[in-house]
Structure formats: C-alpha cells, structure tokens
C-alpha cells in the first residue's frame, strides 16, 4: 500500500506531495497480529474525562514488537504535541506492523516518514516519536483534521493514485478497531457541554471549571507579574469555554505549555494554560460551557492547574490584560 500525506510539519521538511510517500513494502513486516476487540469499526470510543487506561495500553504495547515497554516515551512526544498519545500509538503500531517494520528496527522511524525517495533516519526511537507527534498536530489540530475520518483523507486518501489495489479503505477501520483495542481515545469527546452548574459571572462569562481550588491570584508574584488566576485541581479534570467565541490558538508554548484562547463578540480574549491536552481547534466556533481541554501540568507549571487569563483583545499584551477574577467571580 502507498499513501500520500500532503502536510508540512516544519520549516525544513515538507511531506506529502514535496516528498513524504509511505511505503507499505518498507514500513511492513511479517509479524500480523489480530485484535482481540470484536467492537464494531465505527465511531472510536473516547474518555470525557481525558483519562486513559494505562494497563491496557501496556498490555497491548507488550506485543507490539519494538514499542514494548515504551508507553512513556508516546506520552512524552503526544503531550508536547497536544496529540491524544491513544491515537499516535495505535497509527504506529498499524503502520510499523505491530512494530515489526525494517523502517522502525533500522531507522527508529515510527511512521514511515521518507524525505524524497529515502526512508528518514532517527538516532532515537524518541526522535521519531518526536517528528510523529509534529506531523500529527498539524493535521489534527493546526488543520482541523481531527477525527479519524478526516485524518484518515489525507493520510490514507482512499482512490490514492499510488494506492492501486484501494488497500487505503482499511485505514481508518483498521485505526478504529486499534483505538478500541488501546481502551479508546482519551478525549476528543466534542460537543460535550455542561449547563447549570458552571459559576456565573459578570458580562456573561462563566468559571470554565466546575471542581477547584484558587491558588495565585492576578498581578505582582514572586518578584514577577502573574498575568491570570490559577485554579488548582486533578489532572484530567474538563475545561470549558467561559463564553461563545472562535477559538484563535491551540498550541504549545514553552511556559503556558498546551494553551488555548478564544476570542469573544467585542475581542475580549481569553486564554487557557498548562492543559494536558486541548480539544478545541483553531477556527472553531465554541459555545459557552463546551469542552475546549483537559486540565494539566504543561509548561512552567509546578502542579496540575488551569492559568487562566483575560485580555481586551486579541493581543495578549501585558498592558491589555485585566483581573479575571472580578469578571469571573465579581464578590463571590
């Protein structure tokens, strides 16, 4: 089977048309196993919760060849990446053969991505990770590609013209079928709202959690300036949005870690930070209460928390925030 994926996941390497072809002859390997999971190959089940089941995954892991053992190392890359580590595992293990491919053993290459006609060498099965975890951002959350549908249409285009026996229509049954295996995704559960039991505060905004604890407050701290409010709480815990917007950035920084901002009718914008994973994509429309992220400890973050900021516009400029907490919670 071949397959074009028509992305960029950096500024040095283009893949898809300019040069990433996989290529089942090379990624393959002769170890077939089968799914235990009878489930049928529809919607992936998924956690609202953000959890997952770490037990199962180390149990399907202990067959998956040279991914044996290696259930943090997806961890690590997904949660840099803002990828569900469910998803990056059960694509590698679908593409490398149950982790058998010469493309994994000879080049620590998880995905079989290529640079022209040449298989991409890593010095680490973590460095492939890495790159695995750069390509799947940029479909699943840069892009909007983010169910296996759609992600299925450019990793696996099926009618490919470099796919001539349509091996490509078992793609996204097939990845199903791994995510049920794994336990099912951790989140990706959209549409999920919560009403009645969110804090109401002023000018129609809402506390975006329902469970914690306020731990630092707005303005001087520590020497420094705290631009937010932090609410403390379990990592996993739902995020929602505060009030109807487009959301206008879900990515990873390297203090607010995985972060999210929606910009609101009249610009007022408001950011969410340190998550474990964000749901909400760029471009999205969110209605007030929908889930938008799982709480976290991303960043330069010292315990799961939810940093959570207001500014005037769509700037984030120091001189351009305001006190949430007056907002959120008024005399509360």
Same mark, same amino acid.
């Given at each position: ?18 040069? +990433?072809?996989? #290529?089942?002859?090379?990624? $393959? ?5 089968? &799914?235990? *999971?009878?489930? /049928?190959?529809? =919607? ?91 390509? +799947?951002?940029? #479909?699943?959350?840069?892009? $909007? ?5 759609? &992600?299925? *249409?450019?990793? /696996?285009?099926? =009618? ?173």
């Amino acid at each position: 089977m071949k397959k074009f994926i028509a992305w960029q996941i950096g500024p040095s390497l283009l893949i898809g048309a300019l040069g +990433l072809l996989l #290529l089942i002859g090379l990624i $393959g390997g002769g170890n077939q196993q089968t &799914l235990r *999971s009878e489930t /049928a190959s529809g =919607g992936s089940i998924c956690s609202p919760s953000g959890d997952y089941d770490k037990d199962k995954i180390d149990e399907v892991l202990e067959r998956a060849g040279a991914f044996k053992g290696k259930r943090a190392a997806f961890e690590h890359a997904s949660a840099k990446h803002n990828v569900d580590p469910v998803l990056m595992i059960a694509i590698s293990i679908h593409e490398t053969a149950w982790g058998t491919s010469r493309a994994l053993l000879e080049h620590n290459n998880p995905s079989g991505q290529m640079r022209g006609n040449q298989i991409i060498h890593f010095d680490s099965l973590e460095d492939g990770l890495e790159m695995t975890g750069q390509t +799947l951002n940029n #479909l699943w959350n840069e892009r $909007g590609l983010n169910t296996i549908e759609k &992600l299925g *249409s450019a990793y /696996a285009p099926v =009618g490919a013209g470099n796919d001539p026996t349509n091996l490509n229509i078992h793609w996204v049954p097939t990845i199903h079928k791994f995510i049920e295996e794994l336990g099912g995704l951790s989140g990706g559960c959209e549409g999920e709202s919560v009403e009645g039991d969110l804090i109401t505060g002023a000018d129609g905004f809402v506390v975006p959690m329902k469970n914690f604890t306020i731990t630092s407050h707005y303005g001087p701290r520590w020497g420094a300036f705290h631009r937010g409010i932090d609410l403390a709480a379990p990592e996993g815990e739902p995020i929602y949005a505060a009030k109807d917007g487009i959301v206008t950035r879900s990515e990873y920084h390297f203090s607010w870690g995985n972060y999210v901002t929606i910009t609101h009718e009249g610009g007022a914008t408001t950011l969410y930070a340190h998550n474990q994973r964000n749901v909400a994509t760029v471009g999205q429309k969110v209605k007030q209460g929908e889930l938008i992220a799982y709480m976290g400890n991303t960043g330069h973050s010292t315990g799961p928390h939810l940093h959570l900021e207001l500014c005037l516009d769509n700037s984030l400029a120091q001189d351009r925030l305001v006190d949430p907490y007056p907002v959120f919670f008024g005399n509360k």
